[in-house]
């Protein structure tokens, strides 16, 4: 086929090896600054069924660095959007769209469906989920992080090899970590990452050799510098994972994570007469809340506004999706402001929900 001429000449692929390509299966969570690339080269490579998870919209923020997306994309869900361009890139093969959070309730049933998970998440709560659920369904994951300059690529629960928790055994406390909207990151930074996470995943369909199997690959853009580290398979960690099997789909396997932050749900913060809606997200962020009671103070004023709170009120702290308002909820409990909520999901949580 003239689509895979340029694989099929190559004696390491070959049609053997293209066929297998084309009879994979490969799941991506999260179709962000990860994802978007990874996506793209295993979809022009023929990867014959691609699973493409992700419960946010585009937004313009995300254009600077997820550029499978464009300006008519704006307000649309990521999943939704990536699988109407990428069908576009090759029809030939079968492309099914996930327009939701991946939860304890629904990931061992698709990552059954799938041979390879590659994780393009931007939160720890997710990495964790993943990696349990690849351990139960004996799932590899490709594994990719970025921080600013600096990125990192494995492969996890690879031939019963290293997890995530082999290497992470436990999360940083909520919220000591600061995501890309607040920090930054380069833009090219994650398409960078994002392919070696799609290379890493063809290496495994095609049973190559010297896979990122207990192996952490660092670089640095700012520096060109790379680093490889290696790390072996911790079996108490893999034990103490599927000692919590039988309570994961219940969602209270947990991921042992500090400072656990109450939430509420978009549906039971609209019907709460009391509830004052704290939208913390920057002035320019849309789309703009239309509720009574609200009140945008961005989380980065939030702790010098607060004589501006009604302290007889449930406070509802909103932000996109339900991270950065996590962050509100501990920063107001520090002040001794007990009765508030980070509203799950955020803006997200309340467009499903109307």
């Known amino acids: 086929m003239t689509r895979y001429s340029r694989h099929i000449i190559l004696s390491e692929i070959g049609q053997n090896g293209q066929d297998k390509i084309n009879k994979a299966k490969v799941l991506v969570v999260g179709a962000g600054g990860l994802g978007c690339p990874a996506l793209q080269y295993l979809v022009a490579a023929g990867v014959g069924t691609i699973g493409i998870m992700d419960f946010d919209i585009v937004e313009e923020s995300n254009l600077q660095r997820q550029v499978l997306y464009g300006t008519s994309s704006l307000g649309r869900n990521k999943a939704i959007a990536a699988k109407k361009r990428l069908e576009d890139l090759n029809p030939t093969i079968s492309i099914h769209a996930y327009p939701f959070r991946l939860t304890s309730t629904n990931a061992l049933s698709l990552f059954n469906a799938y041979d390879i998970i590659l994780d393009g998440t931007d939160n720890f709560e997710s990495r964790y989920l993943i990696n349990d659920a690849s ?22 629960n690879f031939k019963n090899g290293p997890s995530y928790r082999c290497l992470f055994s436990e999360p940083p406390k909520t919220n000591t970590i600061p995501n890309c909207s607040e920090i930054g990151v380069l833009g090219v930074l994650p398409g960078i990452i994002g392919t070696m996470q799609a290379n890493e995943a063809i290496k495994i369909i095609l049973g190559l050799e010297k896979v990122l199997s207990g192996k952490l690959f660092c670089y640095n853009a700012l520096t060109s510098e790379t680093s ?22 219940t969602n209270e396997h947990g ?13 039971k913060a609209l019907q ?3 509830a004052l ?10 789309p703009k809340l239309e509720l009574s009671q609200v009140v945008q103070i961005p989380l980065s004023q939030l702790e010098h506004c607060l004589d501006q709170l009604d302290k007889s009120k449930d406070i509802v702290l909103i932000c996109r999706s339900g991270i950065r308002s996590k962050k ?13 909520f980070s509203l799950k999901d955020g803006v997200l949580g309340l467009m499903a929900y109307k």
Do not use: W
């Open 135 to 156: 351990i139960f369904t004996n799932r590899p994951v490709i594994y990719g992080a970025i921080y600013k300059f600096e990125g990192q690529v494995s492969v996890f």
């Open 228 to 249: 490889t580290i290696s790390f072996s398979k911790v079996e108490m960690e893999i034990e103490k994972v599927l000692a919590r099997k039988e309570k994961f789909e």
């Open 255 to 267: 991921f042992n994570c500090e400072d656990q932050i109450q939430e509420i749900l978009a549906e």
């Open 272 to 274: 709460n007469e009391n």
């Open 277 to 286: 809606f704290i939208d913390i997200r920057e002035l320019d962020e849309t």
């Open 328 to 340: 509100a909820v501990s920063l107001l409990k520090k002040h001794n402001i007990t009765n508030c």
